[in-house]
């Protein structure tokens, strides 16, 4: 028998179960027939079409946004009853009472300006990682959840799983006794990072003409029409958000390379430490740390650059004396005779290595579930067994436990929550990058010049995290660090 809202709300009722009233919108007309919340999926490629075919087992999808409108097609096929946008300020003016719940899967720069509409408007909230481009905007957006009080999650995905808030438990047991250090590696980036990678179309006819000055007039033709064809299906108005403007160039930005800008992007850190710092940062406790600081293969303050080393100094909590954390990216690991200590001579592409007074935890992998206790002598160490630990388990996997708290009202029950853990998290993570800033110069060869190698470690960033604020600001030599903690938004894509 087909349910009814009347019998949505009966239930609702009965059982404290409010899925508007949670969102303080008891009285709203749009509640579908079928009692079930409305979802907006923002992003619609990508994980954002595995985000948004999540939420339907969950939800009515009844808005779509994509700036691409050939995946907003697709999208529509999927949800013929959704109503398709472009522009997420003009879903949210017309639409804002037809839903209860967003999920936000679109670049890094335009994950805080639909996130403050969502929260604004007491939607609950999934936005995948990072949560947002800024350290800033990382604080903002947990402020505005916990307002709000509405259910939050952050799309790493490892959170959700078991394994990892074991092997988390294990280290807050004392497995491993005192931790000295974590070191934490990627194999990202995948896609283009270096400096000198931006072009235009005005750039590209300087070159050609220099080089092929016979063909030159058919090129750049061939060119213009081939950026003329992809922006009749791209809203790059809308794309580019609060970025700073920029022409569009194809194959550059949209639908992958943005992570590489600094405009759009976080680079390798951003896009994967919320999965391979995410175990180390709840183990350890890895927040406000004071200070940090980086080598790089050089950048031009616009492209991120293809490999950087970083150090973060944590200071001593009443849980742990202080502790130094080592991110690698491009290719780079952690030191191999330092794992070969514990038997570890063929590491995995990415992983984390904890390094305790009685032996060591390697995870071999990216979401925190590949554990495994090693003695100094290298022997196995047998783990505590589960009546020793303590940590929250999740019956409902990542996504699950996200959906189970807005039928429960308990926003506190998502792992990966914005005030309490994800908006801290991407604070920590975030703060790499303004290291990785202040290191623009590279490794040269025995000629000097640049060779991709790692430089020196670059200005070291003295951090107060309470006030999100770079102490030594005034004696950085390195320009634009201000910025990069909190952005200057464009145009009518401001918030402020």
């Known amino acids: 028998m087909k349910s009814t809202r009347r019998d949505f709300m009966k239930v609702a009722a009965l059982t404290g179960v409010g899925f508007w009233a949670m969102a303080g919108n008891e009285s709203k007309a749009q509640a579908l027939a079928n009692g079930r919340p409305g979802l907006a999926g923002f992003g ?41 946008y472009t522009d997420y300020r003009k879903a949210f003016d017309e ?11 679109t670049p890094d720069h335009t994950h805080t300006c639909i996130g403050v509409l969502a929260l604004r408007a007491k939607k609950h909230s999934y936005i995948q990682k990072p949560l947002t481009r800024t350290i800033y905007e990382a604080r903002l957006l947990g402020e505005l959840a916990r307002e709000a009080g509405v ?13 990892l808030r074991q092997g988390a438990a294990q ?13 934490t590696w990627s194999n ?65 930005y949209h639908a992958f390379e943005w992570r590489g800008w600094w405009d759009f992007g976080s680079g390798a850190l951003g896009d994967m430490a919320c999965h391979t710092f995410n175990q180390p940062y709840a183990a350890c406790d890895l927040k406000f740390p004071t200070s940090v600081q980086a080598k790089s293969s050089g950048h031009d303050f616009d492209s991120f650059p293809a490999r950087s080393e970083i150090r973060f100094e944590f200071p001593a909590t009443d849980d742990r004396p202080a502790v130094d954390v080592f991110w690698y990216d491009g290719g780079i690991k952690a030191p191999q005779e330092l794992l ?11 992983g984390a290595l904890y390094i305790g007074e009685k032996g060591a935890m390697y995870d071999g992998g990216d979401n925190g579930g590949n554990w495994r206790l090693i003695a100094n002598d290298g022997s196995p160490i047998e783990p505590l067994p589960e009546n020793q630990l303590t940590y929250p388990r999740n019956r409902d996997g990542h996504d699950g436990e996200f959906y189970r ?9 998502c792992y990966s929550n914005f005030p309490d853990y994800a908006g801290p998290l991407t604070e920590t993570i975030l703060l790499g990058n303004l290291a990785v800033w202040a290191a623009p110069e590279g490794g040269t060869d025995s000629e000097g010049v640049a060779d991709g190698s790692l430089g020196e470690w670059g200005e070291k960033v003295e951090w107060d995290a309470k006030n999100l604020a ?20 464009r145009g009518n894509h401001a918030f402020e």
């Open 171 to 183: 280290i807050k047991a004392g497995v491993l006794g005192t931790i000295t250090a974590v070191h």
């Open 151 to 163: 259910c939050t999650q952050m799309g790493n995905q490892g959170s959700g799983s078991n394994r």
């Open 188 to 252: 990202r980036p995948v896609w283009a990072q270096m400096p000198g990678r931006r072009m235009t179309l005005e750039k590209f006819a300087e070159d050609v003409r220099a080089n092929r000055p016979n063909q030159a007039d058919a090129l750049i033709a061939a060119r213009e029409r081939e950026i003329n064809s992809h922006l009749e299906n791209l809203d790059w108005e809308n794309w580019l958000g609060p970025a700073p403007e920029r022409p569009y160039w194809p194959g550059l």
């Open 340 to 350: 070969s200590q514990f038997g570890i001579n063929e590491p995995a592409a990415s």
């Open 470 to 489: 770079v102490t030594n600001l005034a004696s950085l030599k390195t320009p634009g660090v201000a910025e990069l903690v909190k952005p200057v938004y």
């Open 44 to 84: 619609t490629g990508g994980k954002g079409d595995s985000d948004i075919s999540s939420g339907a087992n969950h939800c009515d999808v009844v808005v779509i946004c994509d700036v691409d409108r050939r995946r907003l097609a697709q999208a529509q096929e999927k949800y013929p009853r959704a109503k398709a």
């Open 95 to 105: 639409m804002v009472d037809s839903f209860d719940v967003v999920t936000i899967s």
């Open 405 to 413: 708290s807005i039928r429960e009202g308990t926003p506190e029950q």
